[in-house]
């Protein structure tokens, strides 16, 4: 049976929020020469004759320096990601809004036409039968010729007296039709400013993309299997370390912790059969892409339990758990503010769609740089 997050929050992203800094942050995303970076080093730099020459030790910081400059750059495009892909996720919803008030207002038209109908034909029997078609004309004209008071109460006793009600009910759906068309004019208006919100995180996130892969290729280019060599050491490092402390966390007991869901293992499965399906912005296409909140929901989706699309709303609804009590299937959120989730597979690893350029993979938990755990239940 389907079951759903406790405490739903409904968000609606600001169309303005960051904006003004999307041209500064993708212009700080442009590659700088790698002989940049060791132009500053000078601990082990040697001089022979008039030229200097690098030393072993300055190109192992020339590559470190590297690495890092990529992983900050890979958080930016984190942060614009999760943007874009709360953009998208609110419109979505307002969408939704905009069509549920349209058929209201339809609704309301049409019953307001059937109101007016009846009245008008009860008011032609009313009169006209008793010549007094001139008095008819007048009531129902627009004229002036009669005060509203006067309208109003010749065309209420006739409402009255059959069946039709007090005119204060047809005053009632006029008014409800108008304030439904308000709050109709108000969601497309915020729905504009939502997309147009969405399109620049979309081109910065993008072109954050676009840097971090000319950044890559370039060292590779320059540096060759000293950096891929470093990229390849460092990766093995970080699964020794997040395996490390997994095995103290799990040494830890903390008191009043809800027990993992009993369809974690359902959720890990649907999320191991996505791997290596790409990475795309905003995606949740199983077997063709997928963004880290969309590998997550679509997962949990599988194993029953619906939980919001993207990771900010996922982090902020579902129940928490101590970071060292994270358990398989548990949720972790990571940064500040939160942009990426992977599902936790245990010992250390978890199972996340990282990144444009890459596809779903298991990866090692940078404890430093988790947020937080959920729990689906």
Known sequence: MTRHAVGRIRRTVSPLLGAIGCISLVASLV????????????????????????????????????IDELDRLAVAMDILAEDYAIAMYDSRELDKEIAATEVRIKAKQIELAAMQ??????????FVGNSI???????????????????????????LNTGVGSLDSLQGVIEDIARERKQLESQRARAGGIADYARKR????????????????QALRELGDLFSG???????????????????FSKSKSANVPAPSSSAGTAI?????????????????????????????????????????????QYAELPKVPISSAQPGDLIFSYNPVSHVGIYLGGGQMIAAPRTGDVVKISAVKWSNVTGVGRPK
Do not use: H
């Open 31 to 66: 590659p700088a020469p790698v002989s940049a970076l060791a132009s500053g080093t000078s601990g082990s730099t040697q001089i022979r004759g008039n030229s200097f020459v690098s030393t072993p030790d300055d190109k192992q910081r020339e590559v470190d320096a590297i």
């Open 117 to 126: 109908a009846q009245l008008k034909n009860v008011a032609l029997q009313t």
């Open 133 to 159: 078609s001139n008095s008819l004309a007048s009531i129902l004209s627009s004229t002036g010729s009669l005060s509203d008071s006067v309208r109003r109460s010749y065309l209420t006793s006739v409402a």
């Open 202 to 217: 979309l081109a910065a996130a993008e072109a954050s993309a676009v840097a971090y892969s000319a950044r890559e290729a």
């Open 230 to 248: 470093a990229q390849q050491r460092r990766t093995k490092l970080a699964f020794e370390e997040s395996a490390r402390q997994a095995a103290i």
């Open 269 to 313: 499965k649907a999320a191991m059969s996505q791997l290596g399906v790409r990475y795309k912005f905003g995606a949740l296409s199983p077997g063709v892409a997928f963004d880290c909140s969309g590998l997550t929901s679509y997962s949990w989706a599988k194993a029953g339990v619906i939980i919001p699309r993207v990771s900010r709303y």
